[in-house]
Structure formats: C-alpha cells, structure tokens
C-alpha cells in the first residue's frame, strides 16, 4: 500500500527540557503552543502515560509560542486549574480548560497580558476545544458529558469567543444523537465532526447551517477538510491509515488509502489526539515537544 510521510512542524527548544508541558496544541494560525509549569509532579495515570499535575495552586504559567520557528514567551499569571487543553483566541487571548476543584468553573481565559480575564464553566468531559481566526469557539464531548451535564449534552457546542454560548447540535430528523465525539475538525466559521455511534460527518456552520453524511469509516481519529475532499486518519482497527474520500450531498466516499509514516518513513506508532485545522492535520507522539503535519 502506498505511504504518505508526515513533514516536521515545530519543535519545543532545548531551553526548556527542565519544564513540564501540561498541555499543549497548534492554533488556527498555525502555531504551536506549549503551556510549561516550573514547578510541577508526574502522577501516574490508569488510562496511558503519567501525566504532569501542578504541585500548588494557583500558579504561573509559561506559554511558548512558536510561529514558524520564532519562539515567544508569555507568562499566564494566576492560573487555578489543572490544565488538560488550551487553544488560542484571535486578540491575542487564551482559554485553558482542565480541573478547578468539585463546583469550579472549568475554563479560563487570559488577555494578551498573561492576566485572567474570565472564568466560566463549559460543560464536562470535554474532549476539543477549538478556536478559529472569526471568534467562534467549539467545544466536543464524550459520553461522560453527554449523560451528566447539560452544558455538554449537544455534544458540539459553538462559543464566541468571550465564552457565551452560541449554538448547540440537535440532529435532524432521522439523524443519531451525539454519544461521543472522536475527531473534530475546526476551520474558520466551520466544524467538521466524526461521533458515535454510526460515524457520519457532521459539518456545522457558524450561521447555524448544518450538513449530516453517512460515512463507512469507523470510529476515526482525525480529520482534514479541503473544499469536497476530506481525509480521516485511522478508523476500522488501523491507527496509521488514511482514508482519502470525497464529500457528495449525502455521502462521503472513500476513494483511496494510504499508510501514514513518520518523516523518515519509519512506523506511525501511538500518537496523541489529532488537532484538525481546515486542510492541515497536526499530530504528536509520545512526546508533546514534537509537532508534524500532513496536509490534504
């Protein structure tokens, strides 16, 4: 089967291998970000690798920003979660989510000073969260959520970007309820989204417009959108493969499929949860300092 190699995209420098990274993502622009805690503690996790929790709280962070291989520093003052994701908003803002404590709001936002600007609560298991360039902001859930909390039981939610919500997903007559979201792809004004429990692609527009295809890839785990052609990474049992299709009005249709590889073209082995932006896919393994990118 023929291969596709992801290319390098940014890289974590040096300096700061004494620091932990509590999270870690690529935004709309196309930067990387990395959120690094002085002062923090590897705790066992049942579910996969150890992960870094923060010793006290609250405390100072230190965002590092890297645009095309100029690196930024910022320092987020004050943060009181431990922090499982963050993205960027346009205005140079941030928004962290994570864990605040029993009956905390969950999420953050920060102003281009590193100084918190608002706290509000966004709904439980959140599995994405994802900004574009137009002030829009979505939101993805599992069925922990879905079940529990009334904020995530749309299972896709949109957000401006002060953190009012907008819009949440009610499928169209016919259609399957959100369970669990297992690959999310955000462009500007657009979402594209793969849930349980059939797997169609579900396109979501930021005026409200919605677009439901069935799709026969199971259970991806990535998704990149450019124009009618769409590819999905993994699904069916097979994390390394790609699956390209094309979008039709009701359908979207596998039309070839790849092997995806490491730059050297070396095995794709466990990666972390793929971050979708429009026609870019990014991807990190085991370590959170590395970034690659395939685009379609």
Request: proline letters at 7%; aromatic letters at 8%; glycine letters at 10%.
């Amino acid at each position: 089967m023929r291969k596709v190699a992801l290319r390098s995209h940014a890289l974590l420098p040096r300096r700061y291998d004494d620091r932990k990274v509590l999270a870690t993502t690529v935004d709309a622009w196309g930067r990387a970000l990395w959120l690094l805690c002085p002062d923090a503690e590897l705790v066992p996790n049942p579910y996969g690798r150890p992960s870094p929790v923060p010793r006290r709280r609250p405390y100072d962070a230190l965002l590092v920003i890297s645009d095309a291989g100029a690196v930024q520093e910022r320092v987020l003052r004050n943060v009181t979660l431990h922090v499982y994701d963050l993205d960027a908003l346009p205005n140079g803002r941030i928004i962290l989510d994570g864990y605040g404590g029993t009956d905390e709001p969950n999420t953050q936002i920060y102003g281009r000073d590193g100084r918190p600007r608002r706290r509000l609560s966004m709904g439980r298991a959140m599995g994405f969260l994802m900004a574009d360039r137009l002030n829009h902001l979505w939101s993805a859930y599992g069925d922990e959520g879905v079940f529990a909390d009334p904020i995530s039981s749309a299972g896709l939610v949109r957000w401006d970007s002060g953190g009012n919500r907008r819009w949440g997903y009610t499928p169209p007559e016919g259609g399957r309820h959100i369970v669990d979201v297992y690959a999310l792809n955000v462009g500007d004004g657009v979402a594209h989204a793969a849930y349980y429990p059939t797997f169609p692609l579900l396109q979501a527009h930021a005026d409200g417009r919605i677009h439901v295809r069935k799709s026969r890839v199971t259970g991806p785990s990535g998704i990149a959108v450019h124009g009618d052609d769409v590819v999905m990474l993994g699904g069916d049992g097979q994390h390394d493969r790609l699956h390209r299709c094309r979008m039709t009005d009701q359908d979207v249709l596998v039309v070839d499929e790849a092997v995806l590889t490491m730059p050297n073209g070396a095995p794709l082995k466990r990666y972390a949860r793929p971050v979708g932006r429009g026609r870019r896919l990014y991807l990190h393994g085991a370590s959170s300092k590395q970034w690659y990118v395939l685009e379609v």
